[in-house]
């Protein structure tokens, strides 16, 4: 057991811990929600099994006509598209030591606007697709940037009012959804022309109905180029900065309050495109005075990525898996859906505590090599009272 203990400490303090911790909130949260399947009466292994064939990640046992392994894996990544962006947005915001938790807002407003602007006009599909990734990244960053210049104008906590124009954005776009858009059958917006939307549908691959993503390909595209702005550029070195210790990046010459403005206004556009990717992409309509869990799920996902653009990546397609999958394992195995995110909150819970595993982790080494130390100089001691002895 004391070997295991030093093992694990040894990698979750070591060259690769970011990595360690990442994969031990993992293996922590299958093992906790094993437990809660044993206990419903479920087998945790088909469950598993389900989400993973929910996603096309593996074959089911049979498909509806028209559809297949291709049909449900385009699908997976139509959906982590948005869920990508929405964890980048999170991470530039927190980079710079801001908690954006207004990402499902800023995603409603962007989609709400390009539906509204491009979704129901008549306009050809290459321009009414780049006017709709436009609208997402000007609408996000000025939602984006509000924050911001109240968090740096009048020190307004930045968790404070986004959760206020969270609201103010459900109400305004539900009640304009529901006397101007609303689709009288469904009770939601209208749907928005093909034209406009960034998925193609009904693509046949090898005789199979398939959908095309436009917005995977944006959110791969946007995690480099995050990644390159906080590596290589003075501007992501000073939102660092700001985020470490804003005394000292004063000092040093950064300009704080542009920096906690241009962050938000940065994070902002990166939610816009998560909207409309979402909205326009992956939903294609609005449920009125509803904001999607998305942009909350995105925490977890950054934090399971500890906070790193190209770490999202692989976080995201761990969570979209619990989530995307979470309709098939349901039918399968006979238990509610919502328990995906119940497996995402716990993956929070146990991403979240990284920084208390690395520290217990370089606690332990410290421990053991005192102890060491410690024997090594009693048994020095010893050797020489012997020879005193002699």
Known sequence: MKKIKL??????SGKHAAVSVSILAIILT????GILLLIMGKNPLVAFLSFIQGCGLAPKANYGGGSGMLSDLTDFLNYLAPMTLASLAFIVGFKAGLFNIGIAGQMLISGFTATVLVGYSNLPALPAKILVVVI????GGLVGALVGFLKYKFNIHEVVSTIMINYIISYLTGFFINNKFVDMLTRTSRICSPASRLTLTNIKIGGVNCKLPFGIVIAILMAFF???IFEKTTFGFELKGVGLNKRC???I????GRSIVASMAFSGILAGLAGVTYYLGYSN???PKTLVGMGYDSISVALLGNSSPIGSIFAAIIVAIFQQGANYMSSMIGVAKEIASLITGILLLYASCGGYMQMHARSTLQRETDLRAQAEKEASANSGMKEEEK
Do not use: E, K, M, S
């Not at 093992?7 to 979750?12: I, V």
């Open 30 to 33: 299958l093992i906790t929600a």
């Open 226 to 228: 995050v990644q390159f």
């Open 253 to 256: 010459g950064v300009n704080v």
């Open 285 to 287: 309509t609005i449920i």
């Open 136 to 139: 997402g990244i000007i609408v």
């Open 249 to 251: 990046a004063r000092y």
């Open 7 to 12: 093992w694990l400490a040894r990698h979750l």
